[in-house]
């Protein structure tokens, strides 16, 4: 018995770690997120040590859990999200994280209880940033403000994030300033390539992992992750299809009433997501007698 806990421990470690997305994996590396700050505060260190990361590590669908934040140079704090979907909540989820990041700063210093005084507590600059890469049109790049969200106008709480869209043809400075930044793209565009010329996910990552190694493209790091790298984008392209499947399955409901089932359908991916069962969230959307299937088995 003691033996299966074990045995099921490591295997949630080993699944939730694959959970992180390659651009966290990659850029959770003090050089490349140094090349990755000084090109995006026009900056020219070559100190890895000046990069403090401090990225929040979360647990899946609970606590915060951001891509990349890190303190820079003792003077800015960054804080890089990645997105294969268009999300105008970025400037709100971003709140979030700052302010928890912000709390862990205050804390790492043993300035918590200085909050209720009277000298003034000096935080890192902060700056924010989205990087997207999804298949929807997007501008090159914009300011997503917090402000945008709220019901009339406000002149009291502000938060900015500059979106650059990574796709194929823009931002080509911001890519000449960072080899890994360029690199990744390279990688990332030569997957979706392969997925819309008719290839499985498995193929077009192994073709894409073959091609940016004979040209000396993030060689050592696909080399040494070749699994975990199919293991990441294989969750993260299963969950951009689960959100496609839930957001027509919410309109759909909407349109008919259907919003307890909505309501279980949603259920059940949180759950398959959850367990890694990729292949059973196509089933589910697909085929409404093996949805029911998976109702009976979960539960649900």
Known sequence: MAKSKTKRKTKNKV????????????????????SLCNALLDTD????????????????????????????????????EHQSTKNENMPLRIFFYASEIFKNVIASRKAKEKVYNEE???LPIPEFF??????DDEEE????????????NNEFLELKVKLFNLNEGNNQKILSQCSYLQHYCTFVNRVKSNLKSGMNIKEAINEAVDFCCENNIMTDYLNSKRKEIFDMIDFQW????????????????????RAEGENRLG??????????????????????????????????
Not at 130 to 135: I, K, L, P, S
Not at 142 to 149: E, F, M
């Open 15 to 34: 699944r939730s770690k694959y959970r992180d997305s390659m651009f966290r994996d990659f850029f959770n590396d003090k050089t490349r997120l140094l």
């Open 45 to 80: 260190s070559n100190d890895p040590n000046e990069i403090e990361i401090n990225t929040l590590n979360g647990i899946f669908f609970s606590q915060s859990k951001n891509d990349l934040s890190c303190i820079f140079r003792n003077h800015f704090l960054v804080i890089i």
């Open 120 to 122: 003034l507590i000096h």
């Open 130 to 135: 989205v990087f997207y890469n999804g298949n």
């Open 141 to 152: 790049s914009r300011i997503l403000k917090l402000s945008d969200a709220f019901y009339g």
């Open 238 to 257: 299963n969950m951009n299809e689960a959100k496609k499947v839930w957001k027509q399955n919410v309109i759909e409901a909407k349109e008919t009433g």
């Open 267 to 300: 259920k059940l991916i949180s759950k398959l997501l959850s367990d890694g069962k990729h292949k059973e969230i196509q089933e589910a959307a697909e085929n409404e007698s093996r949805r029911h299937q998976l109702y009976q088995q979960y539960n649900i």
